[in-house]
């Protein structure tokens, strides 16, 4: 049984288009002009209950149209979308009880009030009790460390507390399907940390199902086991993190201080030298042959230390949208 | 039950929302402050000229403009452009209330936090200006608050409605703006309606503007006027207002892409 079910999602948008210039001005003023710029284009993927799921992709590639169909802010042009056993766009209260949408850059807080009276204004309108609203609160101020932050103005919070207070707020009523929309933008590596520890423990707790889209590879790594990618409005890529690594990045790195300097020629049949700087050597070694490959260096060679490790998991990704597909 | 409490959640927070805005509450007041222009202009020209009102009258007439604008001050069209232009609306439309009730809390609870302010400046005119001093009828007071209520009511209503053009125009405050200019010559803001001519005032008494300043001010100061024609006027516009509304916000949301969302 899946909480989200899409089936050839597709989104249009109209955009007027405008020359610039006083003479485009004029033009643009007496004779609007529109083209059709087609933001997603038949998205299909199922996530199950429970669920914590990457969704990545360059600015631009869709990932927050697809989120704004998966919530019922926008209808979709054409295709099927069903979460949570409802149709989004019809905005059913049934259907909003259950969803969150959290976007990084976008608050729905009061500004210049506590927090707590916009929590208020939350339970109220989701007819929570006084006693369970007291309870959640101090169970999500407790999980997200904001004991005594939540009494102070909006303005006055920092960006990882107001991002943190942002949260409470959206999961108060404790949606089954959260969308999250990049939501450690901005914030330092601690509040970053906190947010994701706080994620984790979320979804273990209640069960909830996660899509989570950020620019921050390291959200992904440490929520998320499986990824969507999308590029140009089209899904390239849905599977398992590990998978895609293992695809994009056949090959590890292994670098060596040596006893003494030697020659590039000399550790060619290792695998592919990268550099050699006198002592020191990066090599790139296919994965399947790493163990046997390594076993020989330190029979062959006087080794000092040695490391492996994978590329950078942004370089890889980066190396996907490049390419613009997967197979 | 719910409904209370969330009525009750919604005017607290929004008091004190509206309370983190001291001094401008009192610039607010002072900058609807017209009415009081026009009483000294028209109680001039009461002295010299030939009107059915005397000098007396205009004062009391215009405080009376003064007390109505007070309350039925509505600001919702600026607020809603600004969620559409700016994307604020989606957050709004995550949550299983319709938007519109956020406004609604906004607007009450700001006329209690302007209420001070209103009722000492209102003071201070009659500190100054004994003369014009008077206490409507029970009867006038009870109709005239009940006028003050629906007046605010309909103007929300038609200002809402205006303000669902934003789904479309990026723009949908020149609307109100535009309206505006009958609403101040139309509605008795400007002037009495008793100095229009006789066929302008048969033609208005159908539209909604008398009934947003003129009917209530009438029934405060205790100039004649037909009160069932005018709650019954009042509640067509009112309902005429909410279908187009309606009809309005459900293309609206449809045409709405989440604009910076």
């Not at chain 2, 001050?73 to 989606?90: C, H, N, P």
Request: glycine share 6%; hydrophobic share 50%.
């Amino acid at each position: 049984m899946t909480i989200i079910t899409c089936d050839h999602l597709d989104k249009v948008y109209p955009v007027a288009i405008k020359e610039p210039g006083f003479k485009g001005t004029l033009s643009h003023f007496f004779q609007r002009q529109h083209r059709h710029v087609q933001a997603v284009q038949a998205v299909s993927f199922q996530i199950d209950p429970g669920e914590v799921v990457g969704f990545l992709g360059p600015n631009g590639a869709g990932k927050t149209t697809t989120l704004k169909m998966l919530t019922g802010l926008i209808h979709p042009s054409d295709g099927q979308v069903r979460v949570a056993g409802h149709i989004p766009f019809r905005r059913h209260t049934k259907f909003l009880e259950k969803i969150t949408l959290v976007m990084g850059q976008k608050q729905q807080l009061l500004w210049d009030l506590p927090a707590l009276d916009s929590l208020k204004i939350n339970a109220a309108v989701y007819n929570i009790g006084y006693r369970e609203f007291q309870h959640r609160v101090d169970e999500l101020s407790e999980m997200l460390s904001l004991a005594g932050k939540l009494t102070q103005p909006v303005r006055k919070l920092s960006l990882g507390e107001r991002m943190k207070a942002e949260l409470l707020a959206a999961l108060l009523h404790r949606p089954q399907v959260l969308f999250l929309d990049e939501p450690t933008l901005g914030l330092d590596v601690n509040a970053q940390v906190s947010v994701r520890e706080f994620l984790r423990e979320y979804n273990q707790r209640y069960g909830a199902t996660i899509l989570l889209t950020s620019h921050y590879m390291a959200d992904i790594t440490a929520l998320c086991d499986r990824v969507l990618l999308i590029h140009q409005g089209q899904l390239i890529y849905d599977g398992a993190l590990n998978q895609l690594m293992n695809r994009f990045a056949p090959f590890r790195e292994v670098k060596l201080e040596l006893t003494q300097p030697h020659q590039t020629s000399d550790l060619e049949q290792y695998g592919e030298v990268e550099e050699v700087m006198g002592r020191e050597a990066r090599l790139l070694v296919r994965r399947e042959d790493l163990t046997q490959t390594v076993s020989q260096i330190l029979a062959d060679l006087q080794v000092l230390d040695l490391t492996i490790t994978d590329p950078p998991i942004e370089e890889i990704i980066g190396r996907v949208f490049q390419s613009g597909k997967v197979t | 039950m719910a409904i209370v409490r969330k009525c009750k959640t919604f005017l607290v927070v929004y008091y004190a929302y509206m309370l983190e805005y001291r001094a401008e509450l009192l610039l607010w007041v002072l900058a609807n402050s017209l009415p009081l222009i026009m009483m000294g202009v028209w109680s001039q020209a009461a002295e010299g000229g030939d009107f059915s009102l005397t000098a007396l009258d205009f004062a009391r007439y215009f405080i009376a403009v003064f007390i109505v604008r007070q309350f039925t001050i509505v600001w919702v069209i600026w607020d809603f452009e600004r969620e559409i232009v700016e994307g604020k609306l989606s957050p709004r439309l995550l949550q299983p209330i319709d938007p519109v009730w956020h406004h609604v809390a906004a607007h009450v609870a700001e006329r209690f936090a302007r209420f001070p302010f209103s009722v000492g400046l209102v003071g201070l005119f009659f500190v100054l200006y004994p003369q014009a001093f008077w206490w409507p009828s029970p009867m006038g007071l009870i109709w005239g608050c009940l006028a003050i209520v629906m007046a605010f009511i309909l103007r929300f209503i038609i200002q809402y409605t205006f303000a669902m053009f934003a789904f479309w125009l990026e723009r949908a405050t020149a609307i109100e703006q535009l309206w505006f200019l009958f609403y101040l010559f139309l509605s008795g803001m400007i002037a009495p309606l008793d100095l229009f001519p006789e066929a302008v005032r048969a033609v208005i008494v159908w539209t909604p503007f008398p009934y947003l300043i003129y009917f209530p001010v009438s029934l405060l100061v205790g100039i004649p006027t037909p009160i069932a024609r005018g709650f019954v006027v009042m509640l067509v516009w009112c309902a005429l207002g909410i279908i187009a509304n309606r009809w309005l916000w459900r293309r609206g949301i449809k045409h709405y892409s989440g604009m910076g969302a």
